[in-house]
């Protein structure tokens, strides 16, 4: 059971208390971390490619990474929030079929979490703008990962335990998806740990079922059983949500990023990218652009 919990972990970025305006209006905003909110007062807006919701007070939202997101206030608005990353053993996040706002009320407990939270890790908050365009930047991530590891143990284990309760409270079936549980065999889980230290580099579905001492197909359905796709396309995938991060985070290339995501060239990788996001490269990054992301 407990191998059940830790097997998702989060790592604190940010935490803070903000009373943001009209000048909190960003499109297309995509980060490589998840965010929370709980709203205390006045009202704003959240919306996704399927989903819009009202930020109301006695509320709390969550933004899984890598979901595109636009954030709105017409007015007034008074929030806690959190951004943190996450950490899995096998590879799959746990918000992997959820990757949508989500949206619950707010309990008296949730609330003094945020505050308790905001007390054990003081000067957390973003300090440099509201605008992601600014602080979204590896320089800055890594700046408060050490903050991170310069933590007691004490402040460690209750700054995790927190964010565990507050996540836990998206999790119901009535808004959760869930997938069956299942014991991932070591081999498959050893080919998601090769493919994600490996992106970079060729990988292919004999070569991982070679290094699994398995048939190429029965290998290939295996791993489609445990993770929901073909290795083939599990991999691409994930070399795409590498560059997506690349992309919001960095001043690199396309052929830079290309290679650096395991790409023979950037036009197989814009074929890709396309295919899995929706959208060229040089699209994606315009609309990024396009409103300072």
């Known amino acids: 059971m407990l191998k059940r919990i830790l097997k998702h972990t989060f790592s604190l970025l940010n935490v803070d208390h903000t009373d943001l305006g009209l000048k909190w209006n960003y499109k297309n905003v995509i980060s490589p971390y998840y965010r929370m909110y709980y709203i205390d007062s006045g ?14 007070p006695g509320y709390l939202f969550i933004i899984p990474s890598f979901t595109l997101c636009n954030l709105s206030c017409k007015n007034y ?13 096998d590879g799959i996040s746990l918000f992997a079929n959820n990757r949508s706002i989500l949206k619950v009320k707010a309990t008296e407990i949730d609330a003094r979490n945020f505050v308790r939270l905001l007390e054990i890790n003081p000067g957390r908050g973003i300090n440099r703008s ?3 365009s ?14 991170n590891n310069r933590q007691n143990l004490a402040t460690f284990l209750e700054t995790q335990g927190i964010i565990l309760q ?9 808004i959760f998806k869930h997938k069956e549980e299942s014991q991932i065999p070591v081999k498959i889980l050893d080919a998601i740990s090769h493919i994600s230290l490996n992106l970079h580099k060729g990988l292919s579905v004999a ?16 791993f489609k059983q445990h993770t929901g796709e073909r290795p083939a396309n599990y991999i691409n995938e994930k070399r795409i949500e590498r560059a997506q991060y690349l992309i919001v985070t960095t001043q690199m290339t396309f052929s830079q990023i290309a290679e650096h995501t395991g790409f023979e060239n950037v036009f ?6 396309k295919k899995i996001t929706g959208m060229a490269p040089g699209k994606y990054k315009q609309q990024l652009d396009l409103f300072n992301f």
């Open 43 to 56: 009202a704003g807006e959240i919306s996704d490619l399927t989903t819009t919701l009202q930020l109301e």
């Open 207 to 222: 070569d991982l079922a070679k290094r699994a001492n398995q048939n190429s197909d029965y290998f290939s359905r295996l």
């Open 134 to 147: 600014i602080y979204e930047k590896d320089i800055f991530y890594r700046e408060y990962q050490e903050l």
């Open 130 to 132: 509201d605008n992601p």
């Open 77 to 89: 608005l008074s929030q806690y929030f959190i951004q943190f990353f996450e950490e899995s053993s």
């Open 268 to 273: 197989y990788f814009s074929k890709i990218f």
């Open 166 to 174: 507050l996540v836990s409270r998206f999790l119901s079936r009535g």
